[in-house]
């Protein structure tokens, strides 16, 4: 591929992929991070592209700019260890992008399950921690199973609540596998993430009656009024964001949701994640697993379907499919935004 | 109160909670668990009933005593270290009733989390594990934050399947509280539960579009006719309940997804769970985190509400609140149930 875009089908230019990381590698030594940190951080946003979470792409390459200028980013910040015992790690990222930050963390979090059979590391005062599946998949590829979750700002309405009170408080769940490589969930908690709700909304679409409610807290079918992302079964989704918030904002020593409640337009407060790593070794059946992984795989696949379905598609399946296509085709970059990295990288 | 039943409002007669809990310990010390474990298995079953949990109480026990019977259950089983690392450990539940496991399980993980800093207890080969809100509240009163999942037998479709091939794949997280008590969120991965239909099938009802299928794996809206639940936000609750299972069936080395959709009339293949405890102390703020959760609290009751809505409730709030009532009004269960229990009880 050159660094000329694809025509797009109906949406952004498509672009290089190859090139789009090498302008990320660019801003962020630039702004002062290392070639490799520069490097770790642009692999994930690159990735969140090629597997469809362009919301987590490089449109957050600005963002993170202007963090780093207003000092919220610390483009040269690295975790450090600020407690530890046999099972767990308390890391701080000192401001540190997420996605350095992240990667650090898991890092350390599969060697420590790799001699101790599992490991609690909570990740404290870094910024937005991007994709987390990419985490969770990171640890899988090691060989080891993952849980991920993370506070962040509240933008989902708690159950019966008419104004933004909760994050869409993600999981990210991955187990190694074995030719057809780790199963990976990452979800939302919310039934429409909001960043599904933009896209709905830029083209006027319709949604269904209990995705969202409008800015005064009136539900709404309009995508466009529908700012306030409702959670996935009520009371479900949202006591699994606020537990989220607990494990991690809370129990990390850095809550989010009850200072930002209280002051909505104070100082931006980080984001915490508990990343909870096991070792197949330390459990029943570490030589089989992989294969009980395959197993599993297959016999959902040939599970018979319900009327008008095409294909049983397994957790992360859609998004293997799609980073097939993107490493050919490109990825979906609008040219405004493409500007704006332009003129960061120099 | 008395063991006279109360008059029920449309529904069994209510039972003395303390009388039920005697009738269970005398079944199951006849059976031949001692009076200490029985004690443990009554405790779990009767605070289910306290807590609305009603499927998961004595409706169980003529099963338990069934599978007693027939080897499947030991009534004097007793949980084995298998094998046990500085974060992990393998029980073997050696076919102990689910919640005699389970909490011999909940104890050893918190007793260990609080030299470790956390701990991820694995149980492989129990029975039906029963309502596992009840083991995460268990480690929450002792001051522990814990996850706890498991796996089980298919009832729910997995996203675009005709037939049952997931479990119901529930998951019960809860974190200590200051004055107020910890936090506790149970739920199903399913929209509603098997049991919730099957009462709302007793007196005919209605179910909305998308809660279930029949038996020919068509949606169906009548209750009476949904005899497989459908999962929580499709491939999301579908999702969790399958990475459910990896991580406890497949990771205990006793797989129960596979081996029942290839044989779906074999032999029981027990149960497994995974329980994660965590210290606060191993983390941010320890002395904080109690007020921080009665502060979250407060924030989250106090938001405005949506029109129409009377009250926000926090996770396990409605429970708490029924608990109060039932231990003063007594606990419903059917004429033919204690004829059951009363015969098992001899």
């Known amino acids: 591929m050159t660094d000329t875009p694809s025509p797009a089908k109906g949406g952004a230019p498509l672009r290089d992929p190859a090139?789009?990381?090498?302008?990320?590698?660019?801003?962020?030594?630039?702004?002062?991070?290392?070639?490799?940190?520069?490097?770790t951080l642009a692999d994930m946003l690159i990735w969140s592209h090629l597997t469809g979470r362009d919301g987590h792409g490089v449109v957050r390459v600005p963002?993170?700019?202007?963090?780093?200028?207003?000092?919220?980013?610390?483009?040269?910040?690295?975790?450090?260890v600020e407690r530890e015992l046999p099972a767990t790690l308390l890391l701080d990222a000192n401001r540190a992008a997420g996605p350095i930050a992240m990667v650090a963390a898991t890092d350390r979090a599969v060697a420590r399950a790799r001699t101790q059979g599992g490991c609690f590391a909570m990740v404290r005062r870094t910024t937005h921690t991007g994709a987390i599946?990419?985490?969770?998949?990171?640890?899988?590829?090691?060989?080891?199973?993952?849980?991920?979750?993370?506070?962040?700002?509240?933008?989902?309405a708690y159950h019966g609540a008419k104004v933004a009170s909760l994050p869409t408080g993600p999981i990210a769940i991955a187990v190694p596998g074995g030719p057809s490589g780790p199963l990976l969930l990452d979800m939302a908690t919310s039934i429409a993430s909001f960043g599904?709700?933009?896209?709905?909304?830029?083209?006027?679409?319709?949604?269904?009656?209990?995705?969202?409610?409008?800015?005064?807290?009136?539900?709404?079918?309009?995508?466009?009024?529908?700012?306030?992302?409702?959670?996935?079964?009520?009371?479900?989704?949202?006591?699994?964001?606020?537990?989220?918030?607990?494990?991690?904002?809370?129990?990390?020593?850095?809550?989010?949701?009850?200072?930002?409640?209280?002051?909505?337009?104070?100082?931006?407060?980080?984001?915490?994640?508990?990343?909870?790593?096991?070792?197949p070794a330390a459990f029943?059946?570490?030589?089989?697993?992989?294969?009980?992984?395959?197993?599993?795989?297959?016999?959902?696949?040939?599970?018979?379907?319900?009327?008008?379905?095409?294909?049983?598609?397994?957790?992360?399946?859609r998004s293997k499919a799609l980073m097939a296509t993107r490493l050919r085709e490109g990825v979906p970059v609008p040219d405004a935004l493409m500007a704006d990295l332009a003129a960061l990288a120099g």
């Open 19 to 39: 090139h789009l990381h090498a302008l990320v590698v660019r801003i962020f030594t630039r702004l002062g991070s290392s070639a490799a940190d520069a490097a």
């Open 63 to 80: 963002w993170y700019a202007q963090m780093a200028r207003s000092g919220e980013l610390d483009p040269k910040g690295q975790l450090t």
């Open 133 to 156: 599946g990419y985490y969770a998949l990171r640890a899988a590829e090691a060989g080891l199973a993952a849980l991920v979750i993370c506070s962040g700002k509240p933008i989902m």
């Open 196 to 279: 599904r709700l933009r896209q709905l909304a830029a083209r006027d679409a319709e949604i269904p009656e209990g995705w969202a409610l409008d800015k005064d807290g009136q539900p709404t079918t309009r995508a466009r009024d529908g700012v306030i992302p409702l959670p996935l079964g009520g009371p479900k989704g949202s006591g699994l964001a606020l537990m989220f918030e607990a494990l991690t904002g809370m129990l990390s020593g850095a809550p989010v949701l009850v200072p930002t409640l209280a002051d909505p337009d104070g100082p931006g407060r980080g984001s915490s994640a508990l990343i909870m790593v096991m070792d």
């Open 284 to 317: 029943g059946a570490p030589e089989a697993f992989a294969d009980e992984v395959e197993a599993l795989r297959a016999a959902i696949k040939a599970l018979p379907r319900q009327d008008g379905v095409e294909d049983i598609l397994l957790p992360g399946e």
